[in-house]
């Protein structure tokens, strides 16, 4: 144990005085020199390791944050339908957010005039109270039961305006 004592003041004091110059003694058997070599050997390892495992797991974050963007922007991508709009003889084909109503849509898209929730005049066609005329609509070729508000946008709807006299 004394010996060992000695070997360890004498590691400290060969690396704080004069660098480490203790190649001709021993400890357990061995050369101080030859431990010294299998610690440089054995850090150098450790160190590569971590390094290679540090440099791994940056590229599968960034791996991870370029799979998640693309996730999201599918769903940006599916989060869009596509509708048919028909005024008169035109028909024009539209992307609208899923979740939009027909007024909030007509209004924002088509110049559509409203009040009071009705839907007043769009792309030439007006109501007329005086005249008796009204703006009506058809949702996949059938008269809407329901005001504009409350018609929901679903994928492939042909939505059709038109006035009736009445």
């Keep these: 144990m004394r010996k060992f004592k000695n070997v360890i003041k004498g590691i400290f004091i060969g690396i704080t005085d004069k660098g480490l110059s203790l190649k001709n003694e021993s400890l357990f058997g061995l050369e101080i020199g030859k431990i010294m070599k299998r610690i440089k050997k054995w850090v150098l390892t450790v160190s590569v390791v971590l390094v290679a495992l540090g440099l791994s797991a940056c590229s599968s974050a960034k791996t991870s944050t370029a799979s998640s963007s693309v996730s999201q922007s ?93």
């Design 74 to 166: 599918s769903s940006i991508v599916s989060n869009q339908i596509k509708i048919q709009i028909v005024i008169g003889k035109t028909t024009t084909s539209y992307e609208v957010k899923k979740g939009t109503n027909l007024l909030d849509f007509a209004v924002a898209k088509l110049g559509a005039k409203e009040s009071s929730g009705f839907l007043n005049s769009i792309n030439g066609l007006k109501t007329s109270s005086a005249d008796k005329i009204y703006l009506m609509f058809k949702v996949n070729g059938k008269d809407s039961q329901v005001g504009a508000k409350d018609v929901i946008l679903k994928a492939g709807d042909t939505i059709e305006f038109y006035t009736t006299k009445g």
